[in-house]
């Protein structure tokens, strides 16, 4: 098996993440230098060492660059971007540009020490140990793994955490846990009386009506942001965030969570044949579709 130096891993899988990324695009010395902190020039040396052993290829031409072969994927253990499906990772709450590629449980026989390696696709640097971390949806058994980091380790990009709790997401559709009648708030209406509309109904966010039409979404975060300006007379249109996705009734909860995920919403409106008839948030679904655990946290 061939022997790797630390920056010809580093490199490795710097070209592997932006490969992905970039749907299968050449990718340049310069960006993965750029993803790794290291020089061009060193970049470059390397390549040509990369290139020797069958790792990578070159692309000629003013779009040209580098790519991976099939053995830099199998020496590294990682599926072609055409095989694989992305798995989210979230940390500290916040959505990172990687992919969670394999997790293993060396401690399952020890019942007070559940501890997991997660070896991920994408730039592992910035995570330190204590950050919070959310893994999941898997493919297939759509398993959610929370954890606490304990540990990094760049030669195999393996983050170690600390499992807190592992749950699969159930085979439910969005109209089995949808919110109906839908609550709207008026576009025209100031935030101060959305935010009482809010208040009355105990949710987190409504979507947004301007007439017959949906225009977009109100959540505590843009109200905050009112009140921190000084601004809660201000009208609704002002600090609405200008989207509204739909689904359909049928769509699977797992469905739901990727495209809120991918759109970076906390909020569906659903809809029968077209027809909005509820909606669905992401807190809903943490705090009634998880385990106790995550209810009460």
């Not at 390696?117 to 949806?137: A, K, S, T, Y």
């Amino acid at each position: 098996m061939l022997e790797l130096t630390q920056i010809q891993k580093d490199i490795l899988y710097a070209l592997i993440t932006l490969y992905k990324k970039k749907g299968g695009n050449s990718i340049k010395g310069e960006e993965i230098a750029e993803l790794i902190n290291r020089n061009p020039g060193t970049v470059r040396n390397q390549m040509q060492a990369l290139r020797a052993l069958g790792l990578v290829e070159g692309v000629p031409g003013p779009k040209g660059g580098y790519r991976p072969t099939a053995k830099a994927y199998e020496l590294l253990s990682i599926t072609k971007p055409e095989e694989s499906v992305r798995v989210p990772v979230i940390v500290n709450g916040q959505m990172i540009d990687a992919s969670a590629e394999e997790i293993s449980l060396p401690s399952l026989s020890h019942p007070k020490v559940c501890t997991a390696r997660v070896r991920l696709v994408g730039d592992i640097r910035n995570i330190e140990p204590g950050d919070e971390v959310i893994i999941g949806p898997t493919p297939v058994n759509e398993l959610m793994v929370w954890g606490k980091v304990t540990g990094r380790d760049d030669t195999t990009n393996s983050v170690l955490i600390s499992i807190e709790k592992i749950f699969a997401l159930p085979k439910d559709t969005v109209e089995d846990h949808m919110s109906s009648p839908i609550i709207t708030v008026n576009a025209e209406q100031s935030v101060k009386e959305a935010a009482k509309v809010l208040a009355e109904n105990e949710i987190h966010c409504a979507p947004v009506k301007k007439g017959d039409s949906f225009v977009g979404i109100l959540c505590l975060l843009q109200i905050a942001r009112a009140l921190a300006e000084d601004r809660l007379d201000a009208p609704v249109r002002e600090y609405m965030i200008p989207k509204v996705v739909f689904v359909e009734k049928t769509t699977r909860i797992r469905e739901a969570m990727r495209i809120m995920r991918d759109e970076n919403i906390r909020i569906l409106v659903v809809t029968d044949s077209g027809e909005p008839v509820g909606v669905i948030t992401a807190h809903r679904i943490l705090t009634e579709l998880g385990p106790e655990q995550v209810k009460k946290k």
